[in-house]
């Protein structure tokens, strides 16, 4: 599978988180979403791929008013993984059924429906990998979807401040991070300014030599950066400016 065809890959990881919670308890405790349950993770995820695939549906062109829209949860908590199935076919259905390279409103950097296709995939893989990890099983991730999750993420996260309000905290007097992967090509160069911060993606970023670096693999790069993974895991390297990387992390919270 590419890495780039999002659609199937939003299939893909929705029919692993299924299987993986079918037959589990709802009321399980879910380590990495704090005072949430099985039941509360997937209800989460199923309303997310709902939601966004009413807006692609809608191919709203400026910020919706409502969040209204009919989430068909079941009464019974045991009925959700079924019910997550349903809105991954609808999501799919709708995928198929519109142009995902036209125009749209989205809060992030593209703006365009396929903003909302990859956006839906790495919501559901992380929490796929949340429940995983819940439940004890293996919570492995395709290294080429990971790294398409850290450059989502690095994208997107200057334009989070509606929802991520400590991002705007994210500033710094020309400060850079750089973010490597040690499992084929991936390197990602966060340039922090007064006013701001984003990716640096000019001709020269390869060669700046950073004030501090995380180096690891793409699937650890991505729990790292979802802080599902502590930086200070074996196989994550950090080097640099201590300081500046508390500050990253402190703040970069999505």
Known sequence: MSPLDHGS???????RFVAAVRDADPALPVPACPGWTLADLVRHAGSVQRWFTALLRQRIQEPPRSRDVDLKLPEQTADYPAWLAEAAAESAATFAAGDLDAPMWAWGADQHARFWVRRMLFETLVHRVDAETALGLPAEIDPELAADGVAEFLTNLPFAALFAPDTAKLRGADRTLRFTRTDGPGDWLVRLRPDGFGLDE??????????????????????VLYGRLDRTAPGVEL?????????WFAHSAF
Do not use: S
């Open 202 to 223: 000019t001709a020269g970023a390869a060669e700046v030599t950073a004030d501090a670096t995380v180096r690891a693999t793409a699937a650890e790069l991505l729990l």
């Open 239 to 247: 080097a640099g400016d201590a300081e500046l990387l508390d500050h």
């Open 9 to 15: 890959a939003v299939a893909t990881e929705t029919a």
